[in-house]
């Protein structure tokens, strides 16, 4: 069975402070891992991905994540952040062969001027 | 380019009442899905389809139905609403291979009273 946490249901953080979202996931196979981010009344947009390769990934916004297939993490992360990365962020996983993601609950990062 | 285009944003509904949630996707992908989003629980699959005429269960299809007469087109129908269905509904699209992305749409708000 494939599952996804996301063990802090909100972050606070200083603006210009960096941050972390956190995310372990649990899977039978060689997971894809994905993040997404929500803003308000709007539909999910993508951030990041690993498929394979280099552990770190760049994304949009100056994010970045790190997979570490030892501790089953793919933590989000970036170096300042600001008022506007406040949102909604969702951790999924999806294996080879199959045609759907699992998400995680979400958590929402406030950025604080 | 429009990208996945759900309508209508917002609906109320009464206990009994159908409709259908219309969801079109112009990016030619073969992969469409459906998604609820409660609060506290991210994301959870309904109904998904891997291309024209092929549709399978996701991890809560009770109480929905779908079809896939078109590449382009997936729409979730509801024959008899409840008030748990109230509930936020994304639809998702994918290609084959290639980046493994989904694209979602700005989701349909709807309540069962």
């Known amino acids: 069975a494939q599952s996804v946490a996301q063990p802090e249901d909100q972050v606070n953080v200083a603006e210009g402070n960096p941050l972390t979202v956190k995310c372990t996931y649990s899977v039978s196979g060689n997971p894809y891992l994905f993040w997404y981010v929500q803003y308000p009344n709007r539909g999910l947009q993508f951030l990041l991905k690993y498929i394979t390769g280099d552990n770190l990934v760049k994304g949009s916004y100056g994010f970045e994540a790190e997979f570490n297939k030892s501790q089953t993490s793919f933590h989000l992360k970036k170096p300042s952040a600001l008022v506007s990365d406040s949102a909604l962020y969702f951790c999924a996983v999806r294996v080879t062969g199959a045609n759907n993601l699992f998400f995680g609950t979400g958590t929402r990062l406030t950025v604080i001027p | 380019n429009a990208g996945v285009t759900q309508t209508p944003k917002f609906r109320i509904l009464k206990i009994g009442q159908s409709m259908t949630l219309q969801c079109a996707q112009d990016m030619n992908h073969n992969y469409m899905y459906w998604y609820r989003q409660d609060p506290g629980m991210g994301l959870k699959l309904i109904y998904y389809s891997v291309g024209a005429g092929i549709t399978d269960k996701g991890e809560v299809p009770n109480g929905y139905n779908v079809s896939r007469s078109t590449t382009e087109d997936f729409p979730l129908r509801l024959e008899l609403a409840a008030p748990s269905q109230t509930s936020v509904y994304f639809c998702?699209?994918?290609?084959?291979?290639?980046?493994?992305?989904?694209?979602f749409g700005a989701g349909t708000r709807l309540s069962v009273l």
């Open positions: 998702a699209s994918r290609n084959t291979g290639g980046e493994n992305i989904q694209y």
